[in-house]
């Protein structure tokens, strides 16, 4: 089992940055994929960001240039650096991996952390 455990989010100022960490554990064979998504009241869930194994990134339209994602293979960790932030960036964001453990290969999700940005 893989666990994810989601930290850095609260409440800022528009203009303002945040730094989201999450750290993956448990029985962990190898990550592909780690990425970032939020979900805001009313709407689905859509993707920030995303970054591969070797460090390739691709991120939504909307964050670019403002946000930043990085991964640590060595501690199966990946962070968020927002910066500028919006109020639109208002939202739960959830932490996702996909990692291969001792049940083979699966998609996991944190437990999301809030993030709100007042203007």
């Known amino acids: 089992q893989v666990r994810l455990v989601e930290s850095g989010g609260g409440l800022v100022q528009a203009g303002g940055s945040l730094r989201l960490s999450c750290a993956a554990s448990?029985?962990?064979?190898?990550?592909?994929?780690m990425g970032w998504y939020r979900q805001a009241p009313g709407k689905q869930r859509e993707l920030v960001a995303v970054i591969g194994s070797g460090g390739s990134a691709n991120y939504a339209d909307s964050v670019k240039c403002r946000f930043t994602i990085s991964r640590d293979n060595a501690k199966n960790t990946v962070h968020l650096q927002m910066n500028s932030l919006k109020p639109e960036d208002t939202a739960v964001y959830y932490c996702?991996?996909?990692?291969?453990?001792?049940?083979?290969?699966?998609?996991?999700w944190g437990q999301g952390t809030q993030v709100t940005v007042s203007s």
């Open positions: 448990g029985s962990i064979l190898g990550i592909n994929v």
């Open positions: 996702n991996v996909r990692a291969v453990g001792a049940q083979g290969w699966g998609d996991y």
